[in-house]
């Protein structure tokens, strides 16, 4: 295994970036149970696995720096992510993971840094499409989850070179739109206010 190569090879890590994720579109109520086990599967339990198992080899480091990657769908108000339930499902609960990783391994001098990339052009659709047909023997071909095409800028997949420099740089949330996401936070505390107002 990649674990046991590392052991006897004495490898030291510095970095573990996790851009692991998919994609899919469903209704609360009608999104078959074992597609979304698969869902967390890939986007919470195999980052969490790999943290798991390659921790050791970033302990040894002067300078161990861990990135995961979530989603603006992940935290704040869901109102413009329409029928993706089990995506959105599945960032809330690697936003959570997040949290309490990044809480406790600082404590070990381990930095950990969530990427929150937003409205940014790339092959996740397409590449998703193709797993479900694999793992999941779907017959649709098409893919879910486009990025918007009208009302809302898509950015090019080359804005990503800068969030190696943020991570690089320590910084714990990372975005390329990071006024979006504050939004989406503040919406989601206004109705929070408004409902708990109503109810007094």
Not at 37 to 53: C, E, G, T
Not at 116 to 131: D, F, V
């Amino acid at each position: 295994s990649l674990t046991e190569f590392f052991r006897k090879e004495s490898i030291q890590l510095d970095y573990l970036i996790i851009t692991i994720g998919i994609i899919d579109e469903g209704h609360s109520l009608l999104y078959p149970s074992q597609n979304l086990a698969w869902m967390l599967k890939i986007n919470v339990i195999a980052p969490y696995l790999l943290v798991q198992h390659l921790n050791p080899f970033l302990s040894k480091s002067d300078s161990p720096k861990i990135l995961l990657t979530g989603s603006a769908a992940g935290l704040g108000s869901t109102d413009d992510s329409s029928n993706l339930m089990p995506y959105i499902v599945c960032k809330h609960a690697l936003m959570g993971y997040f949290k309490v990783l990044h809480n406790e391994l600082s404590e070990q001098g381990i930095q950990v840094s969530l990427l929150l990339p937003n409205r940014i052009a790339g092959k996740l659709s397409e590449n998703s499409a193709t797993l479900r047909r694999t793992f999941l023997k779907e017959k649709d071909d098409f893919s879910k989850g486009l990025q918007p095409s009208t009302n809302k800028v898509v950015e090019a997949s080359n804005v990503a070179t800068g969030y190696i420099e943020d991570f690089l740089d320590g910084k714990t949330y990372i975005s390329n739109n990071p006024s979006i996401i504050l939004d989406k936070l503040q919406a989601e505390l206004d109705q929070m206010k408004q409902n708990w107002t109503s109810q007094v």
